[in-house]
């Protein structure tokens, strides 16, 4: 076999990991994959992971590696309201709640924090289509903030909830206040169900 029947195979995945070569042809010598890695035609993303490096100018490529590089998970958090324009803050991580292990990879498409989350919290993503016809799983603005106030617990405060620095006009205009409370029910945290009404509290809600 040769780079370019692989490339061929392979490319339109963008990230594809050892499994799915050994399905596609299970007498593959893995020995290419180092070949083609140190000549520069493949990125190591982590163990088992990789991808082309012709897609590291490719629009949200990093979103949607963040999907594929440790499965289930979803973009949340930090990365998640930042891409609302929740906080206003450019994230230089990518964030993603799972109900593995938490976990942070580096690679050159960015860095990658995993933090766990319990399987029955795993829920309130969508999918949302980016600039190349693929798709994310994204957690709804309610879910972020939700996850962000529950996995980061120091937010226990209306002085603390300040410094995240909500955007007012979406905290009145487009929050759906419904959602977050049926969300935060499932949680099942009174701790959470404080700190959420502290937030609602700070903004008049």
């Known amino acids: 076999m040769n780079f370019l029947q692989f490339r061929e195979r392979f490319f339109e995945l963008a990230i594809f990991n050892i499994h799915q070569v050994y399905a ?3 007498d593959f010598d893995r020995n290419n ?19 082309f490096p012709e897609y590291k100018t490719s629009a949200d490529i990093s979103l949607y590696v963040a999907n594929k590089l440790y499965q289930p998970s979803y973009i949340s958090l930090h990365t998640a309201l930042s891409f609302y324009g929740i906080i206003p803050e450019v994230v230089t991580s990518i ?9 942070t990879f580096k690679n050159p498409f960015g860095e990658y924090v995993y933090k766990k ?6 829920f309130g993503f969508d999918l949302k ?9 994204l ?18 405060t209306i002085q603390e909830m300040q410094e995240l620095r ?14 977050l409370i049926e969300f935060t029910d499932s949680f ?6 404080k700190r959420v009404k502290r937030m609602l509290k700070l903004y008049d809600l």
């Open 95 to 103: 964030t993603s709640v799972s109900p593995l292990k938490t976990i």
């Open 166 to 179: 909500f955007d007012v006009d979406f905290m009145y205009e487009e929050l759906n206040i419904d959602r």
């Open 33 to 51: 994959i180092t070949r083609w890695q140190k000549k520069g035609l493949l990125i190591k993303l982590r163990q088992g992971y990789y991808a």
């Open 139 to 156: 957690a709804t603005p309610e879910k972020a903030i939700l996850d962000l106030l529950y996995l980061y617990p120091f937010y226990n």
């Open 117 to 122: 989350i319990k399987e029955v919290l795993f």
């Open 188 to 193: 099942k945290s009174k701790a959470l169900e």
């Open 129 to 137: 289509p980016l600039s190349d016809r693929r798709a994310m799983k």
């Open 24 to 26: 596609w042809q299970p």
